[in-house]
């Protein structure tokens, strides 16, 4: 749409004022832009300009993904400089864009989060150590794939629907459309956000470089001890298989569990499943 291109290249033009970020990865180019090659540009930018941008014409919340990386040498940039793991970021981020606008950093020392006052002009610290809580009582899955799902995500989706009191169920499902808005909500609320791999799809459908890395860079959730990109080959807009990522950044919180065919083979085949704490 229009207005992604607009977000892409205001940040593009932005981020070439400093002098300091050599070049960028966005989800609207094809090629890396390279943005500096001063010596003192020692960063590289990865982003989704506008997350969530079909849901502009309905007026529902969208948003902007980032992650900052150290350039790797003092060679000219090339795409290989973006192909690091996620654990190696310097700081990520979003920007969600909603009934107000809330800026969420964090640098790997806690995450925080700064509201913009349009009074004022400035983004003010609201969200001091955010953290996710211990359980939550959403879920956030796009349940219109349902019939693409694995056996494994389709016995994990009956049971989080399920009446238990001892363990808190049933869930209510809450599913926005936008990672920005259904991750917010996770990481202020706990709960779990899933994205699994399907048959359409099956290496995942968010982009592994400026969508899942960045959010899995969250020192609460430990998630930086989760190395995302462990390829020996790269893309740019690779997916990746983002079973892990869903099941450690957001429904592992600091209380729920993720079994993996590795550990529970008896539980389901070829995928990783998220299972709250509860079910044996």
């Known amino acids: 749409q229009k207005l992604d291109q607009e977000a892409n290249q205001t940040l593009l033009r932005v981020l070439s004022r400093r002098g300091v970020c050599a ?42 993904i980032f992650g900052v990386l150290k350039k790797p040498d003092d ?25 107000s606008t809330m800026f969420v950093i964090t640098t790997g020392e806690g995450v925080h989060g700064f509201t913009y006052d349009p009074t004022v002009g400035e983004f003010l ?15 956030s899955i796009n349940e219109g794939n349902a019939g693409r799902w694995t056996d494994g995500v389709k016995r994990w989706n009956e049971w989080v629907k399920q009446e238990d009191a001892p363990s808190d169920r049933p869930y209510t499902h809450r599913y926005v459309g936008t990672l920005v808005a259904d991750a917010h909500r996770t990481l202020l609320r706990g709960g779990i956000f899933a994205y ?13 470089l400026y969508e899942a890395n960045p959010f899995a ?19 740019i807009h690779y997916n990746g298989k983002l079973g892990e990522f869903v099941g450690r950044v957001f429904a592992f919180q600091r209380g729920e569990r993720v079994f993996t065919p590795h550990t ?7 995928d990783t499943l998220i299972i709250p704490r509860g079910w044996d």
């Open 23 to 64: 070049a960028a990865a966005s989800e609207e180019e094809e090629r890396m832009p390279v943005l500096s090659s001063s010596p003192h540009a020692k960063y590289l930018v990865v982003f989704d300009p506008l997350d969530g941008s079909s849901n502009i014409d309905v007026n529902i919340s969208i948003g902007t």
């Open 75 to 99: 060679e000219p940039t090339s795409e290989r400089d973006f192909m690091q793991k996620g654990s190696r970021l310097h700081a990520a981020g979003y920007v969600i864009y909603g009934s």
């Open 125 to 139: 610290l609201s969200h001091e150590n955010i953290t996710v809580p211990e359980h939550g009582t959403t879920y």
């Open 196 to 208: 699994p791999v399907d048959k359409k799809s099956p290496t995942g459908k968010l982009r592994l």
């Open 217 to 235: 860079f969250d020192p609460v959730a430990k998630a930086r001890d989760v190395h995302l990109m462990t390829r020996e080959k790269y893309e």
């Open 264 to 270: 529970h083979p008896d539980l389901f085949t070829g």
